[in-house]
């Protein structure tokens, strides 16, 4: 006997509040968490909606819709919109929330001061007017909504942890990490985060044997790791590491950008990226690991004297013994 599978329920989050309570922010971190967010969007038009495919190419119920709305809604009534939620509310294969944003009027007028705009509700009167007239608009909806967010004493950065908090349906909201290896020769990658200089560690490039090969070859990796300070540096890299990823997390950055940099590109720092990329899997991290100049040339003129090489001057300048 076939058991029939259990269809997915579309999780629909109705956003709506006060004018300058934070709508936008909250529909921007959702965005985020990978939620389809639609904001402005009339209610009666939710259904047609749903029949759209998500940005994926797909009808998809398990991306989360956020919809947001307010008193600048086309045809807004608070009682009217009330009854279309309930009807949205009766269809089984939706979950359907509304979250309401309020915030005390004398922090909404400072908001709007701050950035030169006016209400909505008071184009030709004190801002006061209109906070007031849109209050009394809305509170049907705040009356009705299973989640009240006060933000008045709130930051954007505070709203934003807290819808996080709230409806991220991840295990392990983590940062995106990128780990990249490059070559300083060839310049420092766009947008790092944390850059570490791995110059320190003696040169694969110097051996004969070697030059050829790259830090995805056991030859290399057994020489880079011989050298006497690799143990130690590596230890102190992934003690920081274990310190700022976790303050990372908790402020909510996207994406951490990580970059080892050697001479060329082609050894140490293909090594050290690619033994951080397999250390952050184990501890529970999805890293990106990128080797930016593993298929660049090797030439000597980059790479700088060998180690242990001297040199000495001469009429004309410096030159190699």
Same mark, same amino acid.
């Given at each position: 006997?076939? @058991?029939?599978?259990? #269809?997915?329920?579309?999780?629909?989050?109705?956003?709506? +509040?006060?004018? %300058?309570? %934070?709508?936008?922010?909250?529909?921007?971190?959702?965005?985020?968490?990978?939620? /389809?967010?639609?904001?402005?969007?009339?209610?009666?038009?939710?259904?047609? !909606?749903?029949?759209?495919?998500?940005? +994926? %190419?797909?009808?998809? #119920?398990?991306?989360?819709?956020?919809? +947001?709305?307010?008193? @600048?809604?086309?045809?807004? $009534?608070?009682?009217?919109?009330?009854?279309?939620?309930? =009807?949205? =509310? $009766?269809? #089984?294969?939706?979950?359907?929330?509304?979250?309401?944003?309020?915030?005390?009027?004398? &922090?909404?007028? @400072?908001?709007?001061? &701050?950035?030169?705009?006016?209400?909505?509700?008071?184009?030709?009167?004190?801002?006061?007017? +209109?906070?007031?007239? /849109?209050?009394?608009?809305? /509170?049907?909806?705040?009356?009705?909504? &299973?989640?009240?967010?006060?933000?008045?004493k709130m930051s954007a950065h505070d709203l934003q942890n807290d819808i996080r908090v709230r409806f991220n349906s991840e295990v392990t909201p983590h940062s995106i990490i990128t780990i990249t290896s490059f070559g300083f020769s060839r310049g420092v990658p766009h947008n790092v985060d944390l850059v570490f200089d791995l110059r320190f560690l003696r040169n694969p490039h110097w051996d004969n044997q070697l030059r050829p090969l790259t830090g995805l070859d056991a030859a290399v990796s057994e020489y880079v790791e011989a050298d006497p300070t690799y143990d130690e540096a590596m230890r102190k890299i @992934?003690?920081? !590491?274990?310190?700022?990823?976790? !303050?990372?997390?908790? =402020? %909510?950055?996207?994406?951490v950008n990580i970059a080892f940099g050697c001479t060329g590109g082609r050894h140490r720092s293909v090594h050290v990226a690619e033994q951080f990329g397999k250390w952050l899997r184990e501890e529970g991290f999805s890293p990106t690991v990128v080797h930016r100049n593993l298929t660049s040339r090797a030439i000597d003129a980059l790479e700088g004297p060998a180690n242990g090489a001297k040199t000495k001057k001469t009429k004309r300048g410096s030159e190699r013994k």
């Open positions: 006997m076939t @058991r029939k599978s259990t #269809p997915k329920v579309q999780t629909i989050l109705l956003v709506t +509040g006060l004018s %300058g309570a %934070g709508k936008t922010t909250v529909l921007k971190t959702l965005e985020d968490l990978g939620w /389809e967010a639609v904001d402005n969007f009339p209610i009666r038009l939710a259904g047609p !909606l749903l029949d759209i495919p998500a940005s +994926g %190419g797909r009808s998809d #119920p398990s991306i989360p819709l956020a919809l +947001g709305f307010d008193s @600048r809604t086309r045809g807004f $009534k608070a009682d009217k919109l009330i009854r279309q939620i309930k =009807q949205l =509310q $009766k269809n #089984p294969d939706l979950n359907v929330m509304t979250l309401f944003l309020d915030c005390a009027g004398t &922090e909404i007028e @400072r908001r709007y001061s &701050e950035t030169r705009r006016r209400h909505p509700m008071a184009q030709d009167r004190p801002a006061m007017d +209109g906070i007031a007239q /849109e209050r009394m608009m809305m /509170e049907p909806l705040r009356r009705w909504a &299973e989640t009240v967010i006060d933000t008045s @992934r003690d920081l !590491l274990s310190y700022l990823l976790p !303050l990372y997390d908790a =402020q %909510g950055k996207a994406y």
